[in-house]
Structure formats: C-alpha cells, structure tokens
C-alpha cells in the first residue's frame, strides 16, 4: 500500500477529491499504521455514476453467469493464495487473534466459491397457465448496490457483500469502517488483477456520514446492505426513503445463550465462553446472556469463572493470546461504561472488569474478560448490545421462563440451547423469536445458511440462496402463444 490513492473507482486508483485523508490505527498498540484517502460526497457521487454507468450501458451485462463465476472463482483462489497477508493485515487492523484471522480469511473464500457455484444453478420457475399463455418467472440483478460494513469482521463481511451481488450481476460501491479499510484495500488490489469491467466493483473510503450517507440516499443506487449497530441501520433505513431503494440490514443483538440442567456440562461451558469472549465480544451474535437453569447455576458459574480466569489476552500477532483488544479507545470508554452502569443498576462483577494496564498492554484497548452475576432480565445490560466481552449470568426455573426471558429484548439475532432433550431442544429453538438458533453449538456459521434477524435485529437474510435472492429482482413473463386482439371492447 505505498500510494496514496486508496479509492477505486470506474477501475482506477485515485485521491479523494478533495485530498481527504484518515488515519488508521492497531487496536493493539495505539500506532498509527497508515493514511489512507478519505473521501466524502464528490467521490460517493463519482462511484455511484461509475456503478450506474457499468450497470446500464456496460459490458458487464453481456457477462453470462458462467463468465462471472469464472471471476469470483478467480478471486478466491487469489485470496486464498494470500492467507497469511490477508490474516497479518487483519490482525494489525482490527486486534483479532492471527487463529482468528485466518478462520476469516478461510470463510472469505468459502464465500466466493459458493456463490460462483450459485451463479450458475438453475433460478427461476414456469407454471401453468389457462390457454393460449405460457408463464415463467426469471430472476435478474436488483442494479447499483451500496454496502457499507462494519469493523469487526472487515474481510468477511466484504466478501458477504460482494459475493453474492456480483454473482447475481449487480454493479457494487464497498464502503468499509473507517477504522478497518486495510483488508479491502488490499482485496481490490486482486479485484483490480481481474477481468472485471470498470466500475463494476468501487471502494470507497471515508466516514459513515461523508460517504455512507451520500450512497444510501443517493437516487441512483438501487440497493443498501448494511451491517453494523442499530441505531445507524435506522439512520440507512430513511436515507433510503428517499426513493424507496430496497434495503437490507444485519443490525446488533442481544443473544440467549440456554443451558438446561441435563446439557453436557462441559461441552456447554466451553461453548458458553466461545460465545461471548471469541472476537473479543465484538460480534453481533454474541451469546452475551447466559441464560443457566436454577439447579445448576452455582455450579456453571464456578466453572465459566475458573475457565475465563485464564483467557490470555494480549496482542494478536502473540500465538499464546486467546483474546485481542477491543477496536479503539472510544468503543474501549463504551464497554467500560457499561460495566460501570451494570454496578450501578445492581450486577456484581464477579470476575474481570477491569481495563489491562500492564506493560505493553496499556498502549492497547485491552480489558479483561467481564462476568456479571445478580442480573436482572430487564436491566440495561442485560438489554442493550454492550460488543464487548461482557456476559450476563441470568438464571432460570422453567423452560416456559427461559423463553420469557431470552424473548425479552428489542432484538432477536440469534440464540444458542444446551440440552440432550432433542425435543425440548426443538420446542425452544421454535419457540425463540430469532433468525438463527443452535442447538449444542454456538456461533458455528455456515455460508449455506441463512444470517438475519427478527425484530430489531435487522431486515433479509445474508448468505445461502436467501442471500442471493437478496441481490435479485423477480420478473414474470407472461407469453401469449395465440398472437390476436381480445375483442373486450368490440
Ligand atoms: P456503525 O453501525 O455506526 O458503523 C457501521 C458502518 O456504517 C461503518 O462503515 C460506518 O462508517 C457506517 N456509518 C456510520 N454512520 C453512518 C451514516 N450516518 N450513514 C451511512 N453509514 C454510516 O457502528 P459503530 O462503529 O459506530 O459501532 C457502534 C455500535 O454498533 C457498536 O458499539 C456495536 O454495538 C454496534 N455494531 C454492530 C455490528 C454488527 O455486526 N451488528 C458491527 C459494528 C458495530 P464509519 O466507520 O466510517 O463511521
């Protein structure tokens, strides 16, 4: 990354118009890594007319599904070629673990094959009509398509973006975290390797409200997908008013986490911490209530606080770290705030807590592994989405409570159950208002399946074929095969 033009647009490297530039940060360190261009509405402007352009008079609609298989087959295969890169550079950007970098970079390319297989399987219906009319239904790409992605998966979620819209045909504007452009930077050096045709795939960089806002107002693009909090996915959700463009949203959560009396213990423990301290609890779906039933509560809380006791957090590059630091100073303050509300409102931190000041470690966003116990269902901790690694223990009697409570909060991403009842297991996942539900397992995310939420947890579904349907209008086509006048008003 030794240029200073770190926008691509219409298939070129260039500046921010305005010669806007942004620093970017290690989470782990405090150093500053790099400038990258920052633009604002000139170039959100300047991509979206790139993007309509190669979308309505372009080459890339002569593009059959073979062809543009062919190119995310490619692309892949070059990022898999660069795991150990694409991992470094995540690791430096975002704090995450190197383990979990690559299991990002090993998902990012999973993505771009499934959807280069997707692209040219069978899509679309016939049925049968009264004669003379022949009916089908195709499917064809939605048009421009602004995504605007978060920071605590900067890789992944570009290729959850990008796979499924260019598969579909759509003509695409990435706009990533300010604080996480690196990834995407270096994946449109390989994207500007490949045959796509200009303005085809944009990177835009810059702040939320310079460049995001402009892409999900804009009259021109047809499409948003975002991911990232709530309170910004309300914001997209009127930008995107202004001309009724389709919208999709993969918002914040709040997530259950049950275990029943007869779980396997440990194999529920050892998911329990998985669930909310991997990714250093920045991840939407983090099992961030542990929900515990009453006959069993002393004994679990003993055992997850023994085990969280031990979690190493330290930088991510060290092979002995299990958890990196938080993503900046500001979400640092934030999560530390909410352990101070959670005191306040009645919890009892009853292992971490406390921000990591020794040595090296106070240069970085590091804080320890946070247990709440004597939480309360409707307190805000145990309410609002915290993206950090704090959990709230909350315990309960009956099934029929458990579901009270994990239904009990304005979202509804996903829950995790712990039982060897295989229909109690089944009765609860049904019964839990939430777009992904495990059963003995948590955060095991396959891009076969579908990822989305209820309630305020956002709108459509990523990944699987519902994540293509996503990217795709649906057209009839009506066929009259006996070509003469109705006579209706003869
Ligand atoms: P945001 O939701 O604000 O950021 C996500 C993306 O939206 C970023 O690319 C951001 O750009 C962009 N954005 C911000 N404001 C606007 C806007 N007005 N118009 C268009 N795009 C915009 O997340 P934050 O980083 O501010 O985090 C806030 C909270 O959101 C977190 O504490 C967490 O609770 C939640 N969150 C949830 C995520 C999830 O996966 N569900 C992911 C990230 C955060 P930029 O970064 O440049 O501001």
Redesign the pocket.
């Known amino acids: 990354m030794g240029t200073k033009n770190h926008l691509y647009i219409n298939g070129k490297w260039t500046s921010a118009f305005d010669g806007g530039e942004m620093p970017v940060h290690n989470p782990s360190t405090g150093e500053e890594i790099e400038v990258v261009s920052a633009g604002n509405h000139k170039d959100a402007e300047a991509s979206i007319t790139a993007a309509r352009m190669a979308f309505d008079q372009g080459k890339w609609k002569e593009f059959s599904a073979n062809r543009r298989a062919g190119l995310l087959l490619k692309l892949a295969d070059q990022i898999e070629g660069h795991t150990d890169e694409f991992a470094s550079i995540e690791t430096q950007n975002n704090g995450k673990t190197l383990r979990e970098s690559k299991f990002d970079v090993a998902e990012a390319v999973k993505t771009f094959r499934y959807y280069a297989g997707l692209a040219t399987k069978p899509l679309g219906e016939t049925f049968e009509l009264d004669s003379p009319m022949t009916g089908k239904v195709v499917r064809e790409p939605v048009g421009v398509c602004a995504q ?6 900067p890789l992944l ?1 570009a290729s959850w973006k990008l796979a499924p819209a260019l598969a579909a045909g759509n003509t695409c504007i990435l ?5 996480t452009p690196l990834s995407a930077i270096r994946l449109f050096e390989l994207i500007d390797g490949l045959d796509f045709p200009p303005g085809v795939v944009n990177l835009l960089l ?8 402009p ?2 107002k804009s009259p021109l693009v047809d499409k948003v997908a ?8 309300k ?2 959700m009127q ?1 995107a008013a202004d001309n009724l463009k389709k919208v999709s949203l ?4 709040k997530s259950p986490n049950i275990v029943f009396a007869d779980a396997d213990f440990e194999t529920a423990v050892d998911y329990a911490m998985f669930a909310i301290f991997n990714n250093s609890g ?3 779906s983090a099992g961030s209530r542990l929900l515990v039933e009453e006959s069993i509560y002393d004994q679990f809380q003993e055992a997850i606080i023994e085990r969280t006791q031990r979690i190493r957090v330290g930088s991510g590059f060290d092979a002995s770290s299990q958890m990196g630091p938080l ?1 900046s100073p500001q ?1 640092l303050s ?1 999560v530390q705030g909410y352990i101070t509300l959670g005191e306040e409102e009645g919890g009892k931190v009853c292992c971490g807590g406390k921000r990591l000041v020794e040595n090296d470690l106070k240069k970085g966003n590091f804080i320890e592994p946070t247990i709440f116990i004597n939480v309360k269902p409707e307190m805000r901790i145990a309410q609002e ?3 950090g690694p704090v959990l709230c223990l909350i315990p309960f009697n009956t099934e029929a409570e458990a579901i009270e409570i994990a239904n009990g909060t304005p979202y509804g ?1 996903a829950a995790g159950i712990f039982t060897t009842d295989g229909a109690k297991a089944e009765r609860v996942a049904r019964s839990i208002r939430a777009g992904i539900t495990w059963i003995n397992t948590y955060e095991q995310n396959f891009v076969e399946a579908p990822w989305g939420g209820y309630k305020q947890s956002g709108l459509g579904r990523e990944l699987g074929t519902y994540g293509l349907e996503e990217y795709m209008e649906v057209k009839q086509i009506i066929n009259n095969l006996e070509v003469e006048p109705t006579g209706w008003f003869d």
Do not use: D, R
């Open positions: 605007i992605i978060p920071w605590n998966y979620m706009k990533p975290s300010e604080m810059g702040f939320g409200e310079a460049v995001g806002q892409l999900a975002f991911t990232g909090g709530t309170v910004t996915g914001k997209i930008y993969e918002l914040g959560g920045q991840v939407c993503i979400h934030k989405e915290i993206f991403l």
